[in-house]
Nanobody, 115 residues
Framework: QVQLVESGGGLVQPGGSLRLSCVAS????????MGWYRQAPGKQREFVAA??????TNVADSVKGRFTISRDNANTVYLQMNSLKPEDTAVYCC??????????WGQGTQVSVSS
């Protein structure tokens, strides 16, 4: 089992920045990738960014150039969000993949972009 805990959400003005963190615990040796998804009210969950164990990254077109995913060790992943827009408002969830499938999810952290 893997447990994921996100932090770093909050209220920010348009154009501002936030950095989300996700710390994994448990069977972290089984994780071969981690990612971020978001879900806005009334909308489906959407992919934001992902990073593999080898460090390869993938970022959704909607946030490319503004969001960056990174990690500093085997169990902590970050999502740096710059130039935030009101449409980025959502609950952001961290996910961990084993055998190429996202099997574990965090509780999520709220990001609100508003003036």
């Amino acid at each position: 089992q893997v447990q994921l805990v996100e932090s770093g959400g909050g209220l920010v003005q348009p154009g501002g920045s936030l950095r989300l963190s996700c710390v994994a615990s448990g069977s972290i040796s089984s994780i071969n990738g981690m990612g971020w998804y978001r879900q806005a009210p009334g909308k489906q969950r959407e992919f934001v960014a992902a990073i593999t164990r080898g460090g390869n990254t993938n970022v959704a077109d909607s946030v490319k150039g503004r969001f960056t995913i990174s990690r500093d060790n085997a169990n902590t992943v970050y999502l740096q969000m710059n130039s935030l827009k009101p449409e980025d408002t959502a609950v952001y969830c961290c996910a961990a993949a084993t055998l190429g499938v996202y099997r574990y999810w965090g509780q999520g952290t709220q990001v609100s972009v508003s003036s």
